[in-house]
């Protein structure tokens, strides 16, 4: 199955292909008759599977080891482990908060590029953070050879990075250009590590080496194990990278599952920026090194817990004549304003289905419905009510003007019974009068002072709403930020039959991704499913640190119906989603040649070629079953 061009769309708009290429049944691949090969996962964590983008390895964590399987081509699919990588434990390793019997087990999984080394970097439940160059794990995997019939045990590579940030680990991020690695964790807090970095003369002068194999600048520092934690009122200056600085940003109330970087295209990062969600609803944008808010995305009667967070560089936004290829829906009169909300345009996506595949199954022999109402019945039992509807209370008032023009808000009569309640969902009628409202208080704010507009786009998830946060105003009080918005309510969100409400627990939107080159960006529901997106804006010139008229479109869902109704999807939760490039297409050391001059704060425009490479996209269920598709426009 492939994406279709939508009705209305011009020839110049590029289309996202998406193409199924393999599957494997976790039964096949880890026999349940032989438990002692099938590895162990741990559930109800972040992502935990990541591709490499310099080389053909796939990272699985399995509790507090990672699995290293190299996928063969051309249908994608993951082999026996290659070998498995035991996880370093620090000297200050608490306990577990999960699951105390397995307290070292990972949280989360990324591979990201610090500086010109690739590395992967583990989070664990006891609060290590704990880092590997990626080159080196694949050095050690050719010394072993091409034959092998068990996986060989890596025990003689040292971590790049190992620290621990006194509890339960989540979040984490990594700023190639300022060599820094964020992890937020469930003390409501961040650290960030900014490593001190060696002398910046490059090898490159000398014309024998442009391209060193390793980042001297980064791993001079790292000789020396002291870490300083700057005082509150010291005051940090962005060039002077002569010690190893853990900043800490204490300003959340709760636990932090996700944490971004904005890692800019263009220009100085003098400024480095860091986004942070928490499970009360809290998405704030910072600047680092002033350690101070500089927005305050929250809405007023955010009622869902942030999972996912992402800073999105306009700079790769896909170009659209209308609105129609903005959003992604056939054309039709969208009112432009502090908030577009787009609850039905999931109903164009091709292959979308609205019922679980559970729920579908338990139809098959019964006479289908054949309208939205005779899933989501307006007098339902107290049974099914429990389980919202994915469009329940947004048909009606979702025009701001006949609100905004009150002049006053609706109370909803059960709105002081929702506060105590995070797992009911407030119409989106009431929640849109709520931003709007902020809004328009926050244009009479700072009245006679220029805006400023933050140079990137911020896409922040809770359990079931993906939302896109553009034309970022700075303001002096980070709670009256200026932001302009487009929300897709319940994006990823089935219906579930009553007998599969236990799967509701598993309702997150915890894994987000993106693949700058192709405008993508990939959300992930641990229910199983998962969206891909791409951010748009108006056809014209690119201003960067301006308003712009940004979108966002769902191009496709995975798995595809036509697998759901093969019994591909499997009963059980999502454990992690992986992209990279398609095999022989990965970036190599040339690919950076010219990308980092060795001084901190400059960079060229030579950091992605703009001709669009196939990329592979892997789910990965906790039973093993692994589905893969490719994508590319």
């Given amino acids: 199955m492939s994406h279709k061009r939508r009705e209305g769309e011009s020839k110049s708009f590029q289309a996202l292909n998406v193409t199924e290429i393999g599957y494997q049944n976790g039964a096949l691949r880890y026999p349940l008759s032989d438990p002692l090969q099938r590895p162990s996962v741990a559930p109800y964590r972040n992502n935990l599977v990541a591709f490499s983008q310099y080389h053909n390895l796939c990272f699985v964590a399995s509790q507090a080891r990672i699995l290293i399987h190299l996928p063969i081509y051309l249908d994608h699919t993951l082999p026996f482990p290659r070998s498995v990588l035991e996880l370093a434990t620090s000297n200050n390793a608490g306990f577990g908060y999960i699951d105390p019997g397995n307290s070292h087990s990972i949280n989360h999984l990324v591979v990201a590029e610090l500086g010109v080394e690739e590395i992967i970097i583990a989070v664990c439940d006891d609060g290590d953070v704990v880092a590997y160059e990626v080159r080196r794990i694949r050095e050690e995997l050719d010394q072993h050879g091409p034959e092998y019939t068990t996986p060989c045990f890596i025990s003689n590579i040292q971590p790049l990075f190992l620290r621990n940030v006194g509890m339960s680990a989540w979040g984490v991020a990594v700023h190639k ?50 870490w300083v934690c700057p005082d509150a009122t010291e005051q940090l200056e962005p060039f002077d990278r002569s010690r190893n600085l853990e900043i800490v940003l204490p300003l959340h109330a709760t636990n932090i599952p996700n944490v971004a970087f904005y890692n800019p295209y263009h220009g100085s990062t003098e400024d480095v920026f860091l986004v942070s969600t928490d499970i009360h609803g809290m998405t704030y944008v910072w600047n680092v090194w002033r350690r101070t808010q500089v927005a305050d995305l929250t809405t007023t009667s955010n009622r869902y817990r942030g999972w996912g967070v992402l800073c999105l560089d306009p700079f790769f936004s896909r170009p659209a004549e209308h609105t129609g290829e903005l959003f992604g829906i056939k054309y039709h009169k969208v009112e432009r304003g502090p908030v577009i909300l787009l609850p039905y345009a999931m109903q164009s996506v091709c292959g979308n289905e609205y019922r679980h595949f559970t729920l579908r199954e338990r139809h098959k022999n019964q006479e289908t419905p ?20 994915p469009f329940e209370d947004e048909v009606e008032e979702l025009n701001p003007e006949s609100h905004e023009s009150r002049g006053e808000l609706e109370v909803d009569s059960n709105e002081e019974n929702l506060e105590n309640d995070s797992s009911v969902a407030p119409a989106t009628a009431k929640l849109h009068r709520s931003i709007s409202s902020k809004t328009v208080t926050d244009l009479s704010e700072g009245v006679g002072s220029a805006a400023k507009f933050l140079p990137f786009n911020v896409l922040f998830t809770d359990e079931v709403n993906v939302r896109l946060c553009h034309s970022l105003q700075q303001r002096r009080e980070p709670k009256r930020s200026r932001f302009e918005e487009v929300v897709y309510y319940s994006a990823l969100k089935q219906r579930l039959h009553p007998r599969d409400a236990h799967l509701k627990r598993l309702q ?20 199983g499913r998962v969206a891909l997106l791409t951010v748009t804006r108006r056809r014209g010139e690119y201003k960067t640190g301006a308003e712009q008229a940004d979108g966002l479109r769902i191009e496709a869902f995975l798995p595809f119906k036509s697998q759901e109704d093969a019994g591909r999807r499997p009963k059980t939760e999502l454990l992690g989603v992986a992209v990279g490039p398609v095999q022989g297409h990965e970036r190599n050391r040339a690919d950076v040649l010219g990308e980092d001059d060795g001084s901190f704060g400059t960079r060229t425009t030579a950091r992605f070629s703009m001709k669009s490479r196939p990329y592979r996209v892997m789910l990965y269920y906790r039973n093993h079953t692994v589905l893969s598709y490719e994508i590319k426009r």
């Fill in 177 to 226: 250009e300022a060599r820094m690695i964020a992890v937020s964790s469930n003390t409501a807090r961040i650290h960030i590590f900014a490593f001190a970095l060696g002398d910046t003369s490059c090898n490159s002068d000398t014309g024998d080496n442009p391209t060193p194999d390793v980042d001297a600048h980064l791993l001079s520092s790292l000789e020396d194990a002291d």
């Fill in 370 to 389: 054949e309208t939205l109402a005779d899933y989501y019945p307006a007098q339902a039992s107290d049974q099914w009510a429990s389980d919202e509807s």
């Fill in 508 to 527: 997150r939107l915890n894994m987000v991704l993106q693949v700058p080159e192709l405008g993508v960006v990939v959300v992930g529901d641990q229910m």
